[in-house]
Protein backbone atom coordinates (compact mmCIF):
# COMPACT_ATOMS: atom_id res chain seq x y z
CA UNK A 1 0.00 0.00 0.00
CA UNK A 2 1.45 3.19 -1.55
CA UNK A 3 1.27 5.96 1.59
CA UNK A 4 0.41 9.53 1.05
CA UNK A 5 2.47 12.22 2.85
CA UNK A 6 0.32 12.83 5.57
CA UNK A 7 -0.32 9.01 6.21
CA UNK A 8 3.63 9.40 6.77
CA UNK A 9 4.08 12.00 8.33
CA UNK A 10 1.37 10.62 11.24
CA UNK A 11 2.92 6.89 11.20
CA UNK A 12 6.01 9.64 11.87
CA UNK A 13 4.96 10.98 14.87
CA UNK A 14 4.59 7.45 16.27
CA UNK A 15 7.93 6.60 15.52
CA UNK A 16 8.81 9.61 17.75
CA UNK A 17 6.53 8.94 20.60
CA UNK A 18 7.23 5.32 21.00
CA UNK A 19 10.58 6.10 21.90
CA UNK A 20 8.92 7.39 25.14
CA UNK A 21 6.66 4.63 26.03
CA UNK A 22 9.63 2.41 25.62
CA UNK A 23 12.36 4.25 27.09
CA UNK A 24 11.16 6.47 29.91
CA UNK A 25 8.01 4.51 30.82
CA UNK A 26 9.12 0.92 30.99
CA UNK A 27 12.95 1.12 31.02
CA UNK A 28 14.82 3.93 31.97
CA UNK A 29 12.83 5.74 34.73
CA UNK A 30 11.76 2.40 36.58
CA UNK A 31 15.50 1.69 36.63
CA UNK A 32 16.63 5.21 38.04
CA UNK A 33 13.81 5.84 40.01
CA UNK A 34 14.76 2.56 42.23
CA UNK A 35 18.54 4.17 42.46
CA UNK A 36 16.74 6.18 45.63
CA UNK A 37 17.79 5.17 48.71
CA UNK A 38 14.54 6.41 50.08
CA UNK A 39 12.57 4.73 47.99
CA UNK A 40 10.94 1.31 49.33
CA UNK A 41 10.33 -0.46 46.22
CA UNK A 42 10.04 0.43 42.27
CA UNK A 43 6.92 -1.23 42.58
CA UNK A 44 5.42 2.09 44.22
CA UNK A 45 6.39 3.71 40.89
CA UNK A 46 2.52 1.89 39.74
CA UNK A 47 0.65 4.89 42.16
CA UNK A 48 2.74 7.68 40.43
CA UNK A 49 1.72 6.16 36.73
CA UNK A 50 -2.03 6.03 38.02
CA UNK A 51 -2.11 9.66 39.37
CA UNK A 52 -0.60 10.82 36.07
CA UNK A 53 -3.63 8.36 34.05
CA UNK A 54 -6.33 10.54 36.61
CA UNK A 55 -4.97 13.61 35.55
CA UNK A 56 -4.87 13.25 32.00
CA UNK A 57 -8.02 11.55 32.09
CA UNK A 58 -9.90 14.51 33.47
CA UNK A 59 -8.80 16.63 31.21
CA UNK A 60 -9.15 14.22 28.24
CA UNK A 61 -13.10 14.90 27.08
CA UNK A 62 -12.93 18.49 27.96
CA UNK A 63 -9.82 19.07 25.61
CA UNK A 64 -11.03 17.02 23.16
CA UNK A 65 -14.57 18.86 22.77
CA UNK A 66 -12.75 22.47 22.52
CA UNK A 67 -10.45 21.00 19.56
CA UNK A 68 -13.44 20.13 17.98
CA UNK A 69 -13.62 23.51 16.59
CA UNK A 70 -11.62 24.15 13.44
CA UNK A 71 -7.50 24.80 13.73
CA UNK A 72 -7.75 24.13 16.95
CA UNK A 73 -6.76 20.40 17.01
CA UNK A 74 -3.00 20.91 16.16
CA UNK A 75 -2.72 23.54 18.65
CA UNK A 76 -3.54 20.99 21.55
CA UNK A 77 -1.73 18.46 19.84
CA UNK A 78 1.79 20.75 20.05
CA UNK A 79 1.26 21.91 23.17
CA UNK A 80 1.39 19.15 25.00
CA UNK A 81 3.98 17.61 22.34
CA UNK A 82 6.11 20.54 23.70
CA UNK A 83 5.20 19.64 27.45
CA UNK A 84 5.80 16.14 27.01
CA UNK A 85 9.42 16.32 25.49
CA UNK A 86 10.59 19.30 27.87
CA UNK A 87 9.86 17.34 30.83
CA UNK A 88 11.21 14.67 29.35
CA UNK A 89 14.57 16.45 29.48
CA UNK A 90 13.81 17.85 32.95
CA UNK A 91 14.25 14.36 34.03
CA UNK A 92 17.87 14.47 33.63
CA UNK A 93 18.48 17.26 36.04
CA UNK A 94 17.15 15.21 38.80
CA UNK A 95 20.33 13.06 39.70
CA UNK A 96 20.07 10.29 43.00
CA UNK A 97 22.29 11.47 45.18
CA UNK A 98 19.40 14.45 45.74
CA UNK A 99 17.61 12.10 47.08
CA UNK A 100 14.99 14.41 45.52
CA UNK A 101 12.78 11.48 44.34
CA UNK A 102 9.69 13.94 44.16
CA UNK A 103 10.86 16.22 42.14
CA UNK A 104 12.08 13.27 39.61
CA UNK A 105 8.32 11.73 39.72
CA UNK A 106 6.36 15.26 39.41
CA UNK A 107 9.08 15.97 35.67
CA UNK A 108 7.91 12.10 34.96
CA UNK A 109 4.07 12.90 35.90
CA UNK A 110 4.11 16.51 33.57
CA UNK A 111 6.07 14.04 30.61
CA UNK A 112 3.11 11.50 30.98
CA UNK A 113 0.44 13.82 30.77
CA UNK A 114 2.62 15.88 27.91
CA UNK A 115 2.69 12.20 25.96
CA UNK A 116 -0.98 10.96 26.81
CA UNK A 117 -2.46 14.17 26.18
CA UNK A 118 -0.71 14.60 22.86
CA UNK A 119 -2.02 11.44 21.78
CA UNK A 120 -5.33 12.13 22.26
CA UNK A 121 -5.18 14.63 18.97
CA UNK A 122 -3.15 12.69 17.17
CA UNK A 123 -5.31 9.58 17.41
CA UNK A 124 -8.12 12.01 16.30
CA UNK A 125 -6.05 12.94 13.40
CA UNK A 126 -6.18 9.72 12.00
CA UNK A 127 -9.81 10.14 10.38
CA UNK A 128 -8.00 13.45 8.88
CA UNK A 129 -5.28 11.72 7.28
CA UNK A 130 -6.96 8.38 5.99
CA UNK A 131 -9.72 6.96 4.16
CA UNK A 132 -12.16 4.13 6.35
CA UNK A 133 -11.06 1.55 4.01
CA UNK A 134 -7.26 2.15 5.06
CA UNK A 135 -7.89 2.90 9.10
CA UNK A 136 -6.85 -0.39 9.87
CA UNK A 137 -3.59 -0.59 7.99
CA UNK A 138 -2.57 2.69 8.75
CA UNK A 139 -2.94 2.80 12.15
CA UNK A 140 -1.09 -0.60 12.12
CA UNK A 141 1.72 0.79 10.42
CA UNK A 142 1.84 3.12 12.91
CA UNK A 143 2.46 1.40 15.40
CA UNK A 144 4.68 -1.15 14.22
CA UNK A 145 7.27 1.54 12.64
CA UNK A 146 6.79 2.96 15.79
CA UNK A 147 8.39 -0.17 17.66
CA UNK A 148 11.19 -0.54 14.95
CA UNK A 149 11.68 3.31 14.91
CA UNK A 150 11.96 3.27 18.74
CA UNK A 151 14.88 0.66 18.84
CA UNK A 152 17.02 3.34 17.51
CA UNK A 153 17.33 5.60 20.84
CA UNK A 154 16.74 3.16 22.89
CA UNK A 155 19.59 1.31 21.24
CA UNK A 156 21.58 4.28 21.63
CA UNK A 157 20.39 5.09 25.35
CA UNK A 158 21.41 1.08 26.01
CA UNK A 159 24.77 1.32 24.34
CA UNK A 160 25.45 4.91 26.65
CA UNK A 161 24.63 3.42 29.58
CA UNK A 162 26.94 0.04 29.13
CA UNK A 163 29.73 2.42 28.13
CA UNK A 164 29.33 4.72 31.01
CA UNK A 165 28.73 1.83 34.02
CA UNK A 166 25.20 -0.17 34.55
CA UNK A 167 25.15 1.02 38.11
CA UNK A 168 26.14 5.26 36.86
CA UNK A 169 23.35 7.34 36.42
CA UNK A 170 24.64 9.69 33.72
CA UNK A 171 24.10 7.21 31.05
CA UNK A 172 20.34 6.91 32.11
CA UNK A 173 20.51 10.29 31.97
CA UNK A 174 21.79 10.83 28.75
CA UNK A 175 19.55 8.57 27.65
CA UNK A 176 16.64 10.82 28.79
CA UNK A 177 17.89 13.23 26.39
CA UNK A 178 18.17 11.08 23.46
CA UNK A 179 14.84 9.97 23.99
CA UNK A 180 13.74 13.81 24.28
CA UNK A 181 15.42 14.64 20.86
CA UNK A 182 14.01 11.86 18.96
CA UNK A 183 10.64 12.57 19.70
CA UNK A 184 11.31 16.00 19.51
CA UNK A 185 12.78 15.40 15.75
CA UNK A 186 10.05 13.18 14.89
CA UNK A 187 7.12 15.56 15.22
CA UNK A 188 7.91 17.58 12.65
CA UNK A 189 6.85 16.27 9.94
CA UNK A 190 3.38 15.50 11.77
CA UNK A 191 3.23 19.48 12.29
CA UNK A 192 4.18 20.58 9.42
CA UNK A 193 1.97 17.95 6.95
CA UNK A 194 -0.91 17.10 8.85
CA UNK A 195 -4.27 19.59 8.76
CA UNK A 196 -7.74 18.92 10.43
CA UNK A 197 -9.97 18.49 7.83
CA UNK A 198 -12.74 17.03 9.87
CA UNK A 199 -14.53 19.76 12.27
CA UNK A 200 -17.56 21.67 14.20
CA UNK A 201 -17.58 24.89 12.29
CA UNK A 202 -16.77 28.30 14.28
CA UNK A 203 -18.95 29.79 16.47
CA UNK A 204 -19.27 32.56 19.80
CA UNK A 205 -18.42 31.13 22.96
CA UNK A 206 -16.63 28.21 22.02
CA UNK A 207 -15.66 27.05 25.64
CA UNK A 208 -19.15 27.67 26.55
CA UNK A 209 -20.34 26.32 23.78
CA UNK A 210 -17.84 23.03 23.94
CA UNK A 211 -19.14 22.49 27.49
CA UNK A 212 -22.63 22.29 26.43
CA UNK A 213 -21.53 19.53 23.42
CA UNK A 214 -19.45 17.47 25.91
CA UNK A 215 -22.30 17.20 28.28
CA UNK A 216 -25.03 16.88 25.99
CA UNK A 217 -22.78 14.02 23.79
CA UNK A 218 -22.06 12.26 27.88
CA UNK A 219 -26.01 12.33 28.20
CA UNK A 220 -26.45 10.66 24.93
CA UNK A 221 -23.21 8.62 24.68
CA UNK A 222 -25.48 5.14 25.51
CA UNK A 223 -27.90 6.41 22.25
CA UNK A 224 -24.39 5.56 20.36
CA UNK A 225 -24.98 1.67 20.95
CA UNK A 226 -22.05 0.45 19.30
CA UNK A 227 -19.83 2.87 20.80
CA UNK A 228 -20.79 2.70 24.07
CA UNK A 229 -20.57 -0.93 24.12
CA UNK A 230 -16.60 -0.67 22.73
CA UNK A 231 -15.61 1.87 25.06
CA UNK A 232 -16.66 -0.38 28.22
CA UNK A 233 -14.94 -3.40 26.65
CA UNK A 234 -11.88 -1.26 26.15
CA UNK A 235 -11.74 0.06 29.43
CA UNK A 236 -11.10 -2.88 30.72
CA UNK A 237 -9.15 -4.62 28.80
CA UNK A 238 -6.94 -1.59 28.01
CA UNK A 239 -6.11 -1.15 31.27
CA UNK A 240 -4.10 -4.62 31.04
CA UNK A 241 -2.19 -3.86 28.36
CA UNK A 242 -1.29 -0.15 29.51
CA UNK A 243 -0.47 -2.02 33.17
CA UNK A 244 1.95 -4.81 31.96
CA UNK A 245 3.72 -1.74 29.18
CA UNK A 246 4.64 -0.10 32.49
CA UNK A 247 5.14 -2.50 34.93
CA UNK A 248 7.11 -4.84 32.89
CA UNK A 249 10.35 -3.55 34.61
CA UNK A 250 9.42 -3.39 38.28
CA UNK A 251 7.47 -6.58 38.13
CA UNK A 252 10.21 -8.50 36.97
CA UNK A 253 13.20 -7.11 39.10
CA UNK A 254 10.86 -7.70 41.99
CA UNK A 255 10.17 -11.09 41.06
CA UNK A 256 13.81 -12.98 40.20
CA UNK A 257 16.52 -12.77 42.28
CA UNK A 258 18.72 -10.06 41.79
CA UNK A 259 21.42 -11.93 40.62
CA UNK A 260 19.44 -13.47 38.23
CA UNK A 261 18.45 -10.61 36.10
CA UNK A 262 20.90 -7.41 35.72
CA UNK A 263 19.98 -4.63 34.61
CA UNK A 264 21.55 -5.00 31.04
CA UNK A 265 20.19 -8.31 30.04
CA UNK A 266 16.76 -6.79 31.33
CA UNK A 267 16.95 -3.58 28.75
CA UNK A 268 18.08 -6.17 26.13
CA UNK A 269 15.14 -8.03 26.59
CA UNK A 270 13.36 -4.74 26.39
CA UNK A 271 14.59 -4.22 23.13
CA UNK A 272 14.08 -7.75 21.56
CA UNK A 273 10.26 -7.44 22.89
CA UNK A 274 10.53 -4.03 20.09
CA UNK A 275 12.16 -6.42 17.06
CA UNK A 276 9.01 -8.67 17.57
CA UNK A 277 6.05 -6.22 17.72
CA UNK A 278 7.33 -4.68 14.99
CA UNK A 279 6.42 -7.62 12.52
CA UNK A 280 3.52 -9.31 14.77
CA UNK A 281 1.92 -5.25 14.22
CA UNK A 282 1.80 -5.10 10.82
CA UNK A 283 0.83 -8.80 10.69
CA UNK A 284 -2.36 -7.51 12.53
CA UNK A 285 -3.24 -4.97 10.23
CA UNK A 286 -2.50 -7.75 7.14
CA UNK A 287 -5.05 -10.03 8.92
CA UNK A 288 -7.61 -7.82 10.01
CA UNK A 289 -8.40 -7.20 6.51
CA UNK A 290 -8.87 -11.17 6.27
CA UNK A 291 -10.44 -11.80 9.01
CA UNK A 292 -11.82 -8.72 10.46
CA UNK A 293 -10.28 -6.00 13.41
CA UNK A 294 -13.13 -7.76 15.59
CA UNK A 295 -11.33 -11.09 15.25
CA UNK A 296 -8.08 -9.82 15.50
CA UNK A 297 -8.62 -7.47 18.87
CA UNK A 298 -9.97 -11.01 20.49
CA UNK A 299 -7.06 -12.69 19.39
CA UNK A 300 -4.61 -9.83 21.06
CA UNK A 301 -6.80 -10.16 24.28
CA UNK A 302 -6.64 -13.65 24.56
CA UNK A 303 -2.79 -13.61 24.07
CA UNK A 304 -2.47 -11.50 27.04
CA UNK A 305 -4.50 -13.61 29.57
CA UNK A 306 -2.19 -16.65 28.41
CA UNK A 307 0.81 -14.65 28.84
CA UNK A 308 -0.64 -13.46 32.64
CA UNK A 309 -0.26 -16.94 33.50
CA UNK A 310 3.13 -17.31 32.10
CA UNK A 311 4.37 -14.25 34.49
CA UNK A 312 3.11 -16.02 37.24
CA UNK A 313 5.29 -19.13 36.78
CA UNK A 314 8.19 -17.36 35.92
CA UNK A 315 11.57 -18.65 37.21
CA UNK A 316 14.38 -17.49 34.57
CA UNK A 317 15.64 -15.26 31.88
CA UNK A 318 14.77 -17.13 29.36
CA UNK A 319 10.92 -17.31 30.69
CA UNK A 320 11.45 -13.56 30.70
CA UNK A 321 12.50 -14.01 27.00
CA UNK A 322 9.82 -16.11 25.92
CA UNK A 323 7.11 -13.89 27.86
CA UNK A 324 8.59 -10.68 26.44
CA UNK A 325 7.65 -12.37 22.51
CA UNK A 326 4.56 -13.33 23.65
CA UNK A 327 3.92 -9.75 24.95
CA UNK A 328 5.21 -8.57 22.24
CA UNK A 329 3.39 -10.41 19.55
CA UNK A 330 -0.14 -8.98 20.65
CA UNK A 331 0.84 -5.39 22.24
CA UNK A 332 0.82 -3.46 18.83
CA UNK A 333 -1.78 -4.86 17.24
CA UNK A 334 -4.31 -4.96 19.90
CA UNK A 335 -3.74 -1.17 20.53
CA UNK A 336 -3.72 -0.39 16.40
CA UNK A 337 -6.88 -2.08 15.62
CA UNK A 338 -8.55 -0.32 18.72
CA UNK A 339 -7.79 2.99 17.70
CA UNK A 340 -8.83 2.61 14.28
CA UNK A 341 -12.09 0.40 15.17
CA UNK A 342 -13.29 2.96 17.20
CA UNK A 343 -12.35 5.77 14.34
CA UNK A 344 -14.33 3.93 12.13
CA UNK A 345 -17.59 3.89 14.27
CA UNK A 346 -17.83 7.40 15.60
CA UNK A 347 -18.77 10.64 13.69
CA UNK A 348 -15.60 11.91 12.23
CA UNK A 349 -16.17 15.99 12.69
CA UNK A 350 -16.60 14.98 16.56
CA UNK A 351 -13.66 13.34 16.18
CA UNK A 352 -11.41 14.86 18.90
CA UNK A 353 -14.52 14.82 21.53
CA UNK A 354 -14.89 11.10 20.97
CA UNK A 355 -11.03 10.15 21.18
CA UNK A 356 -11.82 12.40 24.46
CA UNK A 357 -14.05 9.88 25.71
CA UNK A 358 -11.69 7.16 24.18
CA UNK A 359 -8.77 8.37 26.42
CA UNK A 360 -10.68 9.05 29.58
CA UNK A 361 -11.77 5.57 29.50
CA UNK A 362 -8.40 4.40 28.65
CA UNK A 363 -6.58 6.56 31.22
CA UNK A 364 -9.36 5.74 33.88
CA UNK A 365 -8.83 1.77 33.19
CA UNK A 366 -4.69 2.67 33.67
CA UNK A 367 -5.50 3.70 36.89
CA UNK A 368 -6.98 0.07 38.74
CA UNK A 369 -4.08 -2.15 36.94
CA UNK A 370 -0.89 -0.44 38.53
CA UNK A 371 -2.53 0.32 41.39
CA UNK A 372 -3.80 -3.33 42.38
CA UNK A 373 -0.36 -4.64 41.20
CA UNK A 374 1.36 -2.72 44.19
CA UNK A 375 -1.41 -3.12 46.17
CA UNK A 376 -1.22 -6.97 46.27
CA UNK A 377 1.86 -6.95 46.34
CA UNK A 378 1.83 -5.02 49.56
CA UNK A 379 -1.16 -7.22 51.12
CA UNK A 380 0.96 -10.07 50.23
CA UNK A 381 4.22 -9.34 50.22
CA UNK A 382 5.04 -11.27 47.28
CA UNK A 383 5.12 -9.63 43.76
CA UNK A 384 4.80 -12.66 41.94
CA UNK A 385 1.21 -12.41 42.85
CA UNK A 386 0.36 -9.45 41.45
CA UNK A 387 0.43 -10.10 37.80
CA UNK A 388 -2.77 -12.56 38.49
CA UNK A 389 -4.86 -9.48 39.50
CA UNK A 390 -5.23 -8.20 36.09
CA UNK A 391 -6.57 -11.34 34.49
CA UNK A 392 -10.11 -10.76 35.55
CA UNK A 393 -10.14 -7.17 33.45
CA UNK A 394 -9.15 -8.87 30.58
CA UNK A 395 -11.61 -11.44 31.18
CA UNK A 396 -14.39 -8.79 31.49
CA UNK A 397 -12.90 -6.92 28.39
CA UNK A 398 -13.14 -9.68 26.40
CA UNK A 399 -16.33 -10.79 27.39
CA UNK A 400 -18.40 -7.23 26.80
CA UNK A 401 -16.07 -7.04 23.54
CA UNK A 402 -17.87 -10.04 22.06
CA UNK A 403 -21.53 -8.84 22.41
CA UNK A 404 -20.38 -6.35 19.53
CA UNK A 405 -21.83 -7.59 16.18
CA UNK A 406 -19.59 -9.57 14.22
CA UNK A 407 -19.97 -7.64 10.78
CA UNK A 408 -19.30 -3.88 12.07
CA UNK A 409 -15.69 -3.30 10.62
Not at 24 to 34: C, E, N
Not at 279 to 286: K, S
Request: aromatic share 16%; net charge positive.
Amino acid sequence: MKLTKEERSWILYDCGNSAYSMAITTALLPIVFGMFDSVDSSMTLGYFNSIASIIIAVLSPILGTIADYKDKKKRFFIFFAVLGIAATVFLAVVPPESGQWQLLILFYVLSSIGFAGANIFYDAFLVDVTTDERMDKVSTMGFAFGYIASVIPFGISLLLVLWLGMDQVLGYQAGFIVTALWWGLLTIPMYRDVHQKHYVAPEPKPVKNSFKRLFQTFKNIRQYKVVFIFLIAYFFYIDGVDTIIKMVVPYATSVLDAGALDTFTLLGILLVIQLIAFPCAYLYGTLAKTYSSRAMIITGILTYIVACIAAFFITSVWHIFILGALIGSAQGGIQALSRSYYAKIIPKANANEFFGFYNIFGKFAAIMGPALMALTTSLTGNAQYSILAIIPLFIIGLTVFMTLPRDLV
